[in-house]
């Protein structure tokens, strides 16, 4: 059969699915669920993500973690998910695609934890890509200088087709060669620095959707001839109708999918019995790895979460500097856990040099260690001496578990701190601090054996920055006395 045969199959099927009218809920849930589920997983597996059907199932339907897989891949899974969710949710609708779009698609599918990196999500590529085919032979993609261009055409002439199709012209072009043609046109672009396989297959999917058909799906046993028929075309002038012709096949599967779902056939895969044991699996509580505080521990724990804290919180917080006549960050050591909530030894100085103090505890001390306090104090708002704020973090360390207490308030009140800033005494006035109004909250706690991400830091960091923030507002605002 031809590929134009082909098309007048689907065009067939589409009628015939179509004739059923709307669906039930739960006719609707079992085939987006199906699609989903192949989608999600195959497209990624694609691109080398590591998790199997069982993760990417447990991730969409009961949000259960994925231990033992990179972050990278957990989270662009997650991210790919809840975008085709939107696109097969939106369904039928308006097709026309835009440079915005296609950007947003892309920030949502990738992740990166290299800093470098995550400056190209996003935005068109400056470094030029290429591929090795399946003849071990090379095959250079748009070059960065063009990509621009070349996106802008495919642009218009894609929407200028949709909007051929929409009015109905007698010469308009048929929806799925559309959708197909925008596929290949877009891989051979290559417009992003990585990611582009996904994007493609999310944007061609897109427009199938919109223009009322089901979604494709390239799955393991598809992978081979897929690549070989982009390659032939790519690199050796090739038929572009035989890997359309291939691809038409998986938009009549996945027509027969949602007939089967409409006659009330089963529609889950022939793995999906393995992959609801793996999810059961997933949900027992396995024992819970225990360790108890050290001197490494400890160093640990400062290193990759309270000191992050302190630098993130502290680029908001010097944005305040200019509303306060004196700033400074302060750190108090606590060897021992302190009586009552009285800071020792205040010591001033640059959080790079309270950060070094506390990187050089002794060995010895690791065990007996309690925690400290750090704290950036802003002094004299516009020159009042009567309002000055103090946002603190104090590390408790216990047992098994450690704790970060925030403080976010007016410090010792009127002329002690002022002294303390000016004079750095030594040792403290042996009474209880005499806070003002005040703001107290404490993190999760959190066991040494539990993993703190770095997009939970930050989120604390805005948290608490907006915090404070809102503190010099009401105070200014005559809202706190």
Known sequence: ???TDKLKKIEALQNKIN???EFTTEIKENINYRFRLDWNYY???MEGNTLSKADTRNLMVDKITVGGKPI???????GHDEIITEIIKVGKGDARISEKRIREIHKGIMYETDEAKKKNIGIWKTIPNHIINYKGERFDFTAPVDVSDEMHNLLNDTNAAIDAIVSKKRNAQNPVDLALQFHLKFITIHPFYDGNGRTARILTNLLLISMGYPPFVIKTDDRDNYYHYIGDVQCYDGDQDLLFDFMADMIIRSQKLVLDAIEGKEISGPDDFDMEIEMLRRMQKPKKEIIKKSNDVVQKILKEVYFPLLVETDKNLSKLDKLFKKHSWIYFEEPKAPKYDIALKPTIDSLQNTMNNFYTIPVNQGDSFHGFKAAYWLINYNGREDFSLEVSFKIHFSDINYNIEVFIGQPFAGGTMLKIFNKLIKDIIKEETPFDEFKNCNLPITEYADEVMKETIKDWAEKVSKDALDF????????IK
């Not at 990278?72 to 997650?78: F, H, L």
């Not at 010099?472 to 809202?479: A, E, L, Q, T």
């Open 43 to 45: 497209s990624n597996s």
């Open 472 to 479: 010099i507002k009401k105070k200014v605002n005559g809202k």
């Open 19 to 21: 004739s059923h009218g």
């Open 72 to 78: 990278k891949d957990v989270m662009e899974m997650q």
């Open 1 to 3: 059969m031809s590929y």
